[in-house]
């Protein structure tokens, strides 16, 4: 079974520093890649996806992330961040190409805390 | 903007009682999922709902649970007889056939006592 790994749980910035969040899966066939973030209180939000082509991916607010095949890696960044960015980040996967049936994997989550 | 909601926001019951939970799909949306978030822990994919039948369902999703699209806009997750591991915050996400995004409700959560 695939499963999704988010090693930083928790992640305490000042504002204005650089964010780098991992997230590593382990299925080895064509997978669809996801980061979601979980503002307080709030539903779960895409920041970005990457289905095939150029593996770096920009999504809303700044964030972007790479996906690195060789490394079945999928790194979320933002250059700086602000305090508005404080919430839970999700990456999340799901295999092949019939996206619309396949359920999506979680990772844990990574709680991210900037300090103004 | 077009929106998945959900209805009750919490619930609270006691062990062995049936619940309902509602949800709301966007509307031209044809696939539809539930997942549920015990607290502190990661979201859990239950099942996935395509063409009026179940596509896809994890083990969480065994027979104390079931879904319904009982007309063109609601698709509910009922749980027969709760228990306290039930205790979750429960979430309804769609997507529209095609698309690899899926927009996600608010959640419900659900407290068993």
């Known amino acids: 079974a695939q499963s999704v790994s988010q090693h930083n749980h928790h992640v305490i910035l000042s504002e204005a520093a650089s964010l780098e969040l991992g997230c590593n899966y382990s299925?080895?066939?064509?997978?669809?890649l996801f980061w979601y973030v979980q503002y307080p209180g709030q539903h779960l939000q895409l920041l970005l996806k990457y289905f095939s082509g150029d593996p770096l991916v920009k999504g809303i607010k700044g964030f972007e992330a790479e996906f690195i095949k060789s490394k079945f890696s999928f790194n979320l960044r933002k250059p700086s961040v602000q305090w508005s960015d404080t919430a839970e980040y999700f990456c999340?996967?799901?295999?092949?190409?019939?996206?619309?049936?396949?359920?999506?994997?979680f990772g844990s989550g990574t709680r991210l805390q900037v300090q103004p | 903007e077009p929106e998945v909601t959900q209805t009750p926001s919490h619930q609270v019951t006691q062990m062995g009682q049936e619940v309902i939970l509602r949800c709301v799909p966007i509307?031209?949306?044809?696939?539809f999922y539930w997942y549920r978030q015990i607290l502190g822990q990661k979201v859990e994919f239950l099942v996935s709902?395509?063409?009026?039948?179940?596509?896809?369902k994890s083990e969480i999703f065994d027979d104390q649970f079931s879904v319904e699209r009982p007309d063109g806009s609601n698709f509910t997750l009922k749980i027969r007889s709760t228990k306290l591991e039930d205790s979750a915050m429960y979430f309804c996400?769609?997507?529209?056939?095609?698309?690899?995004?899926?927009?996600f409700g608010e959640g419900s959560r659900l407290t068993v006592l």
């Open positions: 996400a769609s997507r529209y056939t095609g698309s690899g995004e899926l927009f």
């Open positions: 509307s031209n949306h044809l696939y």
């Open positions: 999340a996967v799901n295999k092949g190409r019939d996206t619309g049936r396949r359920a999506l994997t």
């Open positions: 709902f395509y063409n009026n039948e179940i596509s896809e």
């Open positions: 299925y080895g066939g064509t997978v669809n």
